[in-house]
């Protein structure tokens, strides 16, 4: 596992925000050192178009956020770049090695691991059990050497070191032996963070981690999502809860309609106005009585992909509502 500083004395955080400092401010912009990169990812499901990203980079060391309104392709282009399922096109290179087509299992093998947002701990097992299944290369899963505990009960008590070390850091020691399935959905959510460590990996990703968890143990997930770059690892996450976001990342990136549409700092791009229409919507702070009905006839027809002539289909309700204004007042 990397330190927690570099051989300059700085800490890795520093190292980042360092490194992303001179970055511009807009998508697809090059990093530094970026640990993933992907291009041309497209992923449709019928006539619905879910990712469409021309291309992002993700720098080393980071606490990267994907943010965006619901249904813009967050979660599935997690699963694309984690190989839970595949793109129509494109290509993403993790460490340099492209990742198209490997599957999942492999990918964490390589050293990028995720989490869900509807967390996948293994409820009839207890939680030291699930910490266990995490670790990767156990001799013992070989159907001829199961057979033989001494060829593998050594490393199985390694794995299970490392395994009651990672559960005291989270807190989670004292329901060692419980099974998963009796734990609150926060303990679950801190359950799956830890058995992705198992794996010893240089990136996680975490699909909407706060999402459920009761605000007792929000901080307590905070904490431990900072200290997963402070050990060295590379942070990219999906969240809805700004305050978060704010809190945690060094970068965002943000995805509206399959798109990403803006990156930069926190605070960069929380007040980007393509980020404020795309959570609010380009009208958020104009009174539509004051708008023409065309104009909001033909944007709408554009929302839905229609080519019809707007002035046969205008909303009947846009029309009684203009209808209902004097001309002076329509014109103000």
């Known amino acids: 596992m990397p330190a927690e500083t570099t051989t300059g004395g700085a800490s890795i955080k520093e190292v980042a925000l360092a490194a992303l400092a001179t970055v511009p401010h807009e998508p697809g912009a090059s990093k530094p050192d970026p640990i993933l990169v992907a291009d041309k990812i497209h992923r449709h499901f019928g006539g619905l178009v879910a990712v469409d990203v021309d291309h992002i980079e993700v720098q080393r060391g980071s606490i990267t956020a994907l943010i965006g309104p619901n249904g813009a392709g967050k979660t599935t282009f997690f699963n694309l ?37 509807l967390t996948k701990a293994l409820s009839r097992l207890t939680v030291i059990e699930n910490m266990r299944l995490g670790a990767t290369g156990q001799s013992g899963e070989s159907a001829f050497r199961a057979v033989f505990p001494f060829l593998w009960r050594a490393q199985e008590n390694r794995i299970t070191e490392r395994a009651d070390e990672i559960l005291a850091r989270f807190k989670l020691d004292t329901k060692r032996e419980d099974f998963a399935g009796s734990l609150s959905g926060g303990q679950r959510k801190l359950l799956e963070m830890a058995r992705a460590l198992m794996v010893e990996p240089e990136m996680v990703m975490l699909d909407e981690p706060m999402a459920g968890v009761n605000p007792a143990l929000k901080q307590s997930l905070l904490g431990h999502v900072k200290n997963l770059r402070d050990q060295g690892m590379t942070v990219l996450f999906v969240e809805h809860d700004m305050d978060m976001v704010r809190d945690v990342a060094d970068w965002v990136l943000v995805m509206a309609q399959g798109q990403v549409i803006a990156e930069g700092p926190p605070l960069a791009v929380m007040s980007d106005t393509r980020v404020i229409d795309a959570y609010l919507g380009a009208h958020h702070d104009t ?4 708008m023409d009905v065309d104009e909001l006839d033909h944007e709408a027809a554009g929302e839905l992909g229609s080519h019809l002539p707007h002035e046969h289909h205008r909303s009947p309700e846009l029309e ?11 014109q103000r």
């Open 320 to 330: 009684q509502h203009h209808d209902s204004h004097p001309p002076e007042e329509q």
């Open 287 to 290: 009174d539509l009585a004051t």
């Open 81 to 117: 770049l984690t190989g839970f399922d595949q793109p129509d096109k494109g290509d993403w290179r993790f460490n340099g090695t492209s990742l198209r087509g490997r599957q999942a299992y492999k990918i964490a093998r390589m050293g990028m691991v995720r989490t869900f947002q």
